[in-house]
């Protein structure tokens, strides 16, 4: 099974700071990466898919890159609404999702 | 508006059974794959269960065996049959359709469409 870690676990960041979160894959994965937003008590939702590609509807600031192993989800200046739990998700093989990266206010 | 609903959850005693159903709407529901995926309290997401709009269907190692998914395209409903339950199947159930996305000579798969989840208790 496919095993993913994401770094770091938790963050606190300001309105208008850059923010990146790391997404580790136990074997190589090529782009086959995903990353989700959820808010408490919200269902998630869907950010990027295949490391890079930008699901419609979500703001530019969102980026992801990567391939292989290792990937990364920048916010490149952080909005009040931006605060929550992020995951990443791989589907080269079913589904596995990371533990999460919870981004709360400095 | 493309719309999945969750029902059936609610409290149950160790080695109980209960049967999650997800109705769907504004899509053509027979064309996609239909995912679970669960959320304890407190903790990161954790797949669950797929089937394909021709039932072939997978299960996570934790519910193998005790979790039967299964889907009727005529009634556009997803459902999700929990026996055997315990106190670690405790968690919110979310549906979520499963997209798939042609890119950079890649074939992507992802769940672009999510429930709001039904909460499962597992509890004497």
């Known amino acids: 099974d496919i095993q993913m870690t994401q770094s770091p676990s938790s963050l606190s960041a300001s309105v208008g700071d850059r923010v990146t979160i790391t997404c580790r894959a136990s074997?190589?994965?090529?782009?086959?990466l995903n990353w989700y937003q959820q808010k408490p008590g919200k269902a998630p939702k869907l950010l990027i898919y295949g490391a890079s590609s930008l699901q419609s509807g979500v703001p530019s600031r969102f980026s992801g890159s990567g391939s292989g192993t290792d990937f990364t989800l920048t916010i490149s200046s952080l909005q009040p609404e931006d605060f929550a739990t992020y995951y990443c998700?791989?589907?080269?093989?079913?589904?596995?999702f990371g533990p999460g990266t919870k981004v709360d206010i400095k | 508006e493309v719309q999945l609903v969750e029902s059936g959850g609610g409290l149950v005693q160790p080695g109980g059974s209960l049967r999650l159903s997800c109705a769907a709407s504004?899509?053509?529901?027979?064309?996609?794959?239909m995912n679970w995926v669960r959320q304890a309290p407190g903790k990161g997401l954790e797949w669950v269960s797929y089937i394909s709009g021709s039932n072939t269907i997978y299960y996570a190692d934790s519910v193998k065996g005790r979790f039967t998914i299964s889907r009727d395209n005529a009634k556009n409903s997803l459902h999700l049959q929990m026996n055997s339950l315990r106190a670690e199947d405790t968690a919110i159930y979310y549906c979520?359709?499963?997209?798939?996305?042609?890119?950079?000579?890649?074939?992507?798969?992802?769940?672009?469409?999510w429930g709001k989840g039904t909460t499962v208790t597992v509890s004497s």
């Open positions: 074997q190589s994965i090529s782009t086959y």
């Open positions: 998700q791989q589907s080269y093989t079913i589904f596995t």
């Open positions: 504004g899509f053509t529901f027979s064309y996609y794959e």
């Open positions: 979520a359709r499963e997209y798939t996305s042609s890119s950079r000579g890649h074939y992507y798969y992802y769940m672009d469409v």
